[in-house]
C-alpha cells in the first residue's frame, strides 16, 4: 500500500508562525527545497515580480545613468513617483537572499533594457525607470547597472536554482517618432480605411507605395515596396534621435504603423500608438526576424529562463505565431527545455473567454492570468461568493490544451499596472480595519498558492504594501522612500512606512507567504494538480472546496478556504479513493466522516490544505 501523507505538514503553519520561517515537509516526495532547475516544469515555480528602480539601490554611481544635465535630461529624482529612485541590479542581487526565504523560484523583473530616461509633454514628464521606453534592445539601462552586472545577476541567481524572467517589449519602442499633422489632430487614431497605404494623406491623395499588396501579406517583396510611411500621418524625427534606437533597423519609420495613437480597441488596438510610444509594423516580416535575433541572442548570452511579454495582445496574431517556435527552440538548445513564455492579455474581468481566445489566436503557450486576479479580488473581498471562483476554474476547459495548460498560467493578486491587492480588497469589501483588511489578504494569498496557475507574488506585498491606485501609485520603493505619496500609506501587518527600509522577513505576509511555498513545494498535487470542483457556497460568502489531484503520483489535496466573517462547517465530498487525511496546510480532520466525505470547518477567513491518502 502506498499512502500519500506528510506526516510533518500538521505543523507547518505553527513553526513558520513561531519561528519567523518556513519549516520543511517530511514527504513521500522528500525535497529540501525546489528540485534542480533542469528538472522543473513550468507549474512547479514560485514567481516573484520585481521593478528593479524600487527595490534596492546598489550603487549610487548609477543613480543618473551617466546622464548629465538636470532631472529632464538623466530622469532621476527619488522624491518623485513617476521618475528614477536608484534601484539597480546590484540592489537585486544583493537581497536573493531576501527573495528566495520566501520559496521564490523564479524572479521576473520589468524590463532592463536601454530607455528613453523622460519623455511627455511640458508639464506632462515622467522617466522610464519601468522599463517600457526601449531606445536599445541589446544594452542594459545604465540606470540599473551593465550587462556584465545583468549577468553576474543571472549567474547568482541561477547558482541558487532560482530561474530568471525578463519581460520585453515588442509591440512599440520608446516615443521617437512624431506626426507633422499630429499637433493640429490630437494625435487622433487614422484607420487604414480612410488612409490606406497606397495613397498619400486619404483615399483622395496621391497615388504612393505601388506595387505593395497590403500588410495581410507576409511576402518580404511585397513590403520592401512600402517606402513612403506618409499614409495617414507623415512621420518626423528630431535630428538628435534618428540614430538612437538599436539595432539599428530599428530607426527606419516605414517599420511602423504611423497612425497615431490606439483608441485600445478594433483595429487601433493593434495599429495606434500605445499612448503615443512608436507602435512597430510587426506584421511586416523584416520586425519579426529582427525581434527573433534580439530575443535570441539574450538567450545565447545569457541563459535566461522565460519571457514575459509586455501588451501581447496588441500584436497581431501571426507575429507570435512566427516568433514563438525559434524562440523556443533556441531555448532548447542552450538546454532549456522549460522556457516560460507568458503575454500580457490586459482586461479586468473575472473570465477565461479573452486569455483564450488570444491564446487560441497567436498560439502564444501562456499568459497572465488576469481573470484569477479579478476572481481573487472580488471573492476575498466579499463582494462576490466562492460560486464566482469555482466557476471560473471550470473555465480552464476552454484554454488551448485545456485544463493541463491552466496549470502554467502565472496568476497574481495584484500588479504594477492596476494596483496592489490590499488596495483592491480594501475599496470593494469597504472596510480598513487592520485586523480584518490582513486577514483577507492572507485568505488571497491561500488562494493564490493552493488552486491551480503558478504564484506570482508582486513585490512589497509581502510587506503590507497597499498603494494609492493603479500605475506609478502601486510602485513604492522597498528601500527608504522619498515620496510622500508612498510614505502616507498605512501599510497592513506592520506598523513600518515606506519610509523605511522594508525587508522585515518576520512581517506576517512574508512568513505566510513562506509557509505556503514551502507546501506547494512539497506538494504534487499543489504543484501540478487537475482541479476539481467539490462545493461552494452559492449566493454568498463561504465555503469554496477544490480537490487537486497530480495522475502522476496520484497524489490528491483538498483546498478549502472560508470567504466569509464567521465560522462555518460543511461536509465536503471527497475522492472515494481516500481512505485516510493529513494536514499540509492549517487544521485538517484526523480522519474520513465517511467513505467520499470530510466534514470541514473553517475559521473566519480561514483556509487549510488537506492530504487525501490513498491506497494506490
Not at 512621420?235 to 534606437?245: C, I, M, R
Not at 538567450?299 to 514563438?324: C, L, M, S
Amino acid at each position: 500500500m502506498t499512502r500519500i501523507f506528510v506526516s510533518l505538514a500538521a505543523v507547518l503553519c505553527a513553526g513558520t508562525a513561531l519561528a519567523g520561517g518556513p519549516v520543511a515537509a517530511e514527504s513521500p516526495f522528500p525535497t529540501s527545497g525546489p528540485a534542480p532547475i533542469s528538472e522543473r516544469q513550468l507549474e512547479d515555480e514560485i514567481i516573484y515580480f520585481v521593478l528593479p528602480d524600487r527595490f534596492e539601490n546598489g550603487d549610487t554611481s548609477n543613480d543618473r545613468g551617466g546622464i548629465k544635465g538636470d532631472v529632464f535630461d538623466h530622469g532621476f529624482d527619488p522624491t518623485h513617483k513617476g521618475f528614477y529612485h536608484g534601484g539597480d541590479l546590484k540592489g537585486l542581487t544583493a537581497k536573493l537572499d531576501y527573495i528566495q526565504g520566501m520559496g521564490v523560484t523564479a524572479i521576473w523583473f520589468a524590463p532592463v533594457f536601454k530607455n528613453k530616461p523622460v519623455q511627455g509633454l511640458p508639464g506632462q514628464e515622467s522617466a522610464g525607470y519601468h522599463g517600457y521606453w526601449v531606445t536599445d534592445f541589446t544594452q542594459i539601462d545604465p540606470h540599473f547597472g551593465t550587462n556584465a552586472e545583468f549577468k553576474a545577476f543571472v549567474d547568482a541567481a541561477h547558482a541558487r536554482g532560482m530561474k530568471v524572467y525578463m519581460d520585453i517589449i515588442i509591440n512599440h519602442t520608446a516615443d521617437v517618432i512624431d506626426y507633422a499633422e499630429g499637433p493640429a489632430n490630437g494625435y487622433a487614431y487614422r484607420s487604414k480605411g480612410d488612409y490606406p497605404y497606397g495613397r498619400k494623406g486619404g483615399p483622395n491623395g496621391a497615388p504612393i507605395n505601388p506595387g505593395f499588396a497590403g500588410d495581410d501579406n507576409a511576402d518580404p517583396a511585397s513590403w520592401a515596396k512600402l517606402t513612403d510611411p506618409a499614409f495617414a500621418y507623415t512621420p518626423v524625427v528630431p535630428e538628435a534621435e534618428k540614430n538612437v534606437k538599436v539595432p539599428a533597423w530599428l530607426n527606419d519609420v516605414t517599420l511602423y504603423h504611423n497612425r497615431g495613437n490606439s483608441q485600445w480597441v478594433g483595429e487601433s488596438s493593434v495599429y495606434g500608438d500605445f499612448s503615443g510610444l512608436d507602435d512597430l509594423a510587426t506584421e511586416n516580416p523584416r520586425v519579426v526576424e529582427g525581434m527573433i535575433a534580439i530575443f535570441g541572442q539574450w538567450i545565447d548570452d545569457y541563459g535566461i529562463d522565460g519571457y514575459r511579454i509586455d501588451t501581447a495582445k496588441h500584436v497581431n496574431p501571426e507575429f507570435w505565431q512566427a516568433f514563438v517556435p525559434p524562440i523556443l527552440a533556441r531555448a532548447k538548445a542552450k538546454g532549456i527545455d522549460h522556457f516560460h513564455i507568458f503575454g500580457e492579455i490586459a482586461y479586468e474581468e473575472p473570465t477565461a473567454t479573452l486569455a483564450a481566445q488570444v491564446m487560441a489566436e497567436s498560439q502564444l503557450p501562456y499568459a497572465l492570468d488576469m481573470g484569477f486576479a479579478k476572481a481573487a479580488q472580488l471573492v476575498a473581498s466579499g463582494k462576490a461568493g466562492p460560486r464566482l471562483m469555482a466557476e471560473f476554474l471550470q473555465q480552464d476547459a476552454i484554454y488551448p490544451g485545456g485544463a493541463k495548460t491552466a496549470l502554467g498560467l502565472p496568476t497574481f493578486l495584484g500588479n504594477h499596472d492596476f494596483g496592489r491587492f490590499a488596495m483592491f480588497v480594501r475599496d470593494i469589501s469597504g472596510s480598513d480595519d487592520a485586523e480584518t483588511l490582513l486577514a483577507r489578504v492572507k485568505l488571497g494569498h491561500a488562494l493564490m498558492f493552493l488552486l491551480r496557475g503558478v504564484p506570482t507574488v508582486y513585490y512589497g506585498d509581502e510587506q503590507g504594501f497597499i498603494s494609492d491606485g493603479n500605475d506609478q501609485l502601486a510602485r513604492e520603493d522597498m528601500f527608504p522612500s522619498k515620496v510622500a505619496a508612498y510614505n502616507d500609506n498605512t501599510l497592513i501587518g506592520t506598523t513600518a512606512t515606506t519610509a523605511q527600509s522594508n525587508f522585515d522577513t518576520a512581517h506576517p505576509l512574508y512568513r505566510l507567504i513562506a509557509e505556503l511555498s514551502a507546501a506547494r513545494t512539497a506538494s504534487p498535487a499543489l504543484r501540478r494538480g487537475l482541479s476539481e470542483v467539490r462545493a461552494f457556497t452559492e449566493t454568498a460568502p463561504g465555503l469554496l472546496a477544490i480537490e487537486r489531484h497530480d495522475p502522476e503520483t496520484g497524489q490528491r489535496v483538498l483546498a478549502v478556504f472560508n470567504t466569509s466573517a464567521s465560522p462555518l462547517s460543511h461536509n465536503v465530498e471527497v475522492s472515494y479513493r481516500a481512505s485516510g487525511v493529513a494536514p499540509l496546510v492549517g487544521t485538517c480532520p484526523a480522519e474520513l466522516t465517511a467513505p467520499g466525505t470530510l466534514a470541514i470547518a473553517l475559521p473566519a477567513f480561514g483556509f487549510a490544505a488537506c492530504i487525501l491518502e490513498t491506497d494506490d
